[in-house]
């Protein structure tokens, strides 16, 4: 988020440093400025169809208008508030992406309420163990038993390494992916957009 409001590790240690929050290194910190968490709100409003039936009012075209907001005069001349009548609902959509990130379980708390999670995959396990701590990238493996852990119901995998692009090795990936994560999976691909719809599904968006 830090790096989306164009802050640096430095800044972002410094504004820690000025709070009440247990030290972090600057590792974490720059890991943290890799995590990008988006939440989007939208209000539905409902009517109280009980309430409306009990006033005598008969579905129809008043019943739409006050559920867009307006006030409604009766035939007999008492006027109908709007807010009396219905109720609001929130829906709300929340996306994690990660960046480079080889311990998914940094993410817990942010992927709470989160319906998707990307991240990047760049390893099968077993390459991962070959090539060792050094380049912070995760597996596979990890990011998808993470996603079952944390019951994530969408996870888009990303950031391959260059080894696995051909057939046989996507197919490698995603058969890592299905051992361990029996959700909503994509292997995501270069310059392809992903919607998550009001029910929390994700979907590889077709362009109209
Ligand atoms: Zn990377």
Redesign the pocket.
């Known amino acids: 988020m830090a790096q989306a409001q164009g802050g640096s590790a430095n800044s972002l240690l410094r504004s820690i440093a000025s709070l009440d929050f247990p030290a972090i290194s600057e590792e974490t910190a720059m890991r943290y400025l890799h995590e990008m968490h988006f939440s989007y709100e939208t209000v539905k409003w409902k009517l109280d169809s009980a309430a409306l039936r009990a006033r005598g009012v008969p579905s129809g075209p008043l019943w739409g208008k006050l559920q867009a907001g307006h006030d409604v005069t009766l035939d007999d001349g008492t006027t109908l508030a709007a807010a009396d009548f219905r109720v609001s609902e929130v829906q709300r959509a929340v996306a994690v992406i990660g ?2 990130n080889d311990t998914p379980s940094l993410l817990s708390d942010a992927c709470a309420e989160a319906q998707v999670l990307v991240h ?1 995959a ?1 390893y099968t396990e077993a390459i991962l163990q070959k090539v060792g701590p050094g ?1 912070t ?1 995760s597996s596979v493996q990890r990011v998808a038993q993470f996603a079952t852990e944390r019951g994530l119901p969408n996870l888009i995998l990303t ?1 391959f390494s260059a080894r696995y692009d051909n057939p046989e090795g996507m197919a490698e990936l995603e058969a890592e992916a299905r051992q361990h994560y029996a959700g909503n999976l994509f292997l995501a691909q270069d310059f392809a957009s992903y919607e998550l719809d009001a029910a929390g599904v994700v979907r590889k968006f077709q362009a109209a």
Do not use: A, N
């Open positions: 960046g480079d990047e760049t380049p990238h950031h």
